[in-house]
């Protein structure tokens, strides 16, 4: 008999957009062409560290134990794919959607079971053709890790779950339209962006723009009251802070809390020198910061 366990995992779930259509218009074409998208998906799957968990009709399951390569190899896959379909007529492309989640399951033998499975399922069914969909247990473990974008769906409906599973779209390929990755029947009106997207990094240039003109001002101001003291410095400073706070934020190609603690101390160093009298006491402070974030990263690894 198999023995069955709970485990944590990640369930990754595919399957083909408009496959009956694509049957009934070429049943033997369509079929070879399963085939290849299956071996090829099925290859960077375990390529990714991940396995096969069972196939069929035009779906697919896997698990990763790994959430940062469960979402790599989600996006290879649908990389790989739109290059098997570049020469295929438009109305006869083999689009997959996919949705990966992160969560408790039952393992019976091979199999696994269980609200995690389902929800996997559910949100693949929300993306839109070869685009991919997360739960948030994912969001929350790759959104500094991989370089991609994504788009808050808002919460998702899931059958036999008691609360809504707030998901996110993978954005694909740098500067892909996040409409477009977007399943129109999953957002919830007064959907926002994630930070990730663009108009939060548009804000923040803005405001960027912003501070550097208060602050060229503040120079002009000074210089033309000129008393032998150079006093916009520290309103330049406090503005440059609340700027470069504000890219922080708006940014992900550098994890956000890397970048704020890097923030603060170049800040905490500006201070030491503007207000020099011949002491870099800065440096006890950096090194209390950098004692806490050797601390932190070695009870987190």
């Known amino acids: 008999m198999n023995e069955t366990r709970r485990k944590l995992t990640t369930i990754f779930s595919a399957d083909v957009q408009d496959y009956t259509r694509l049957m009934g218009a070429d049943e033997e074409g369509t079929l070879a062409m399963l085939k290849r998208s299956r071996e090829a998906m099925s290859g960077l799957i375990v390529a990714h560290g991940g396995r096969v968990i069972n196939t069929w009709g035009d779906g697919l399951i896997a698990e990763f134990p790994s959430v940062v390569e469960a979402v790599r190899a989600a996006v290879d896959v649908q990389n790989e794919l739109a290059g098997m379909n570049t020469a295929r007529p438009a109305d006869g492309r083999m689009l997959f959607r996919i949705g990966i989640n992160l969560g408790d399951v039952i393992a019976e033998g091979d199999d696994i079971y269980g609200d995690g499975v389902n929800i996997a399922a559910r949100l693949q069914a929300s993306a839109v053709a070869g685009g991919i969909v997360i739960s948030n247990t994912v969001y929350d473990q790759v959104r500094n890790k ?79 009251s000129w008393r032998g003291v150079f006093w916009a410095a520290w309103p330049i400073l406090a503005f440059a802070f609340l700027a470069a706070m504000s890219w922080v934020r708006s940014q992900n190609r550098i994890d956000r809390r890397v970048a704020a603690v890097a923030v603060v101390g170049l800040g905490i160093v500006a201070i030491n020198l503007l207000s020099w009298h011949g002491t870099f006491w800065a440096i006890w402070p950096l090194l209390g910061i950098a004692v806490a974030a050797g601390i932190r990263w070695a009870m987190r690894s």
């Open 146 to 224: 991989v370089a991609v974008g994504f788009d808050f769906l808002g919460p998702l409906a899931v059958k036999n779950v008691a609360e809504a599973v707030p998901s996110y779209a993978v954005r694909i390929g740098e500067g892909a339209d996040s409409s477009s990755q977007r399943p129109v029947s999953a957002v919830p009106a007064g959907a926002v962006s994630t930070p990730d997207a663009g108009p939060r990094s548009t804000k923040a240039r803005k405001v960027g723009a912003l501070y550097a003109v208060a602050s060229a001002a503040l120079v002009v101001i000074n210089l033309l």
